[in-house]
């Protein structure tokens, strides 16, 4: 069985997003479903997407990638101009690096130990 999974984050204001998340993901997004949606393929079958919902939800979004590169991923974000909002390391040495959209969306990206 093939599952897609298409993770919906709400934005006020969707020309800034689109340029942040852009930054984020180091890419532009894969394909534009309309004019007030973007979409980003992460891997295969695993998108993320932004939608303008001005006033509506924005702000409340809360996702985590694991990845097996993080250290490479996070250098690579830095130098595109994005700061994490947190970093944590827990007690079984996984790391989260937390970063935050201009509407306060949580977009965390997660890694083994070192």
Aim: hydrophobic share 40%; aromatic share 12%; glycine share 10%.
């Amino acid at each position: 069985m093939t599952v897609d999974l298409f993770a919906g984050i709400p934005v006020n204001d969707y020309p800034a997003a689109l340029a942040w998340y852009e930054r984020l993901f180091g890419d532009p997004p894969m394909f534009f479903p309309n004019d007030k949606e973007a979409v980003w393929e992460l891997a295969e079958h695993r998108y993320v997407y932004i939608e303008e919902r001005t006033g509506h939800h924005a702000g409340h979004a809360l996702h985590t990638l694991f990845v097996d590169d993080l250290d490479v991923r996070v250098a690579a974000i830095t130098a595109r101009g994005l700061t994490p909002t947190r970093r944590e390391t827990y007690a079984n040495g996984v790391r989260k690096i937390t970063y935050h959209d201009p509407d306060g969306n949580e977009i965390g990206f997660g890694g083994g130990p070192q």
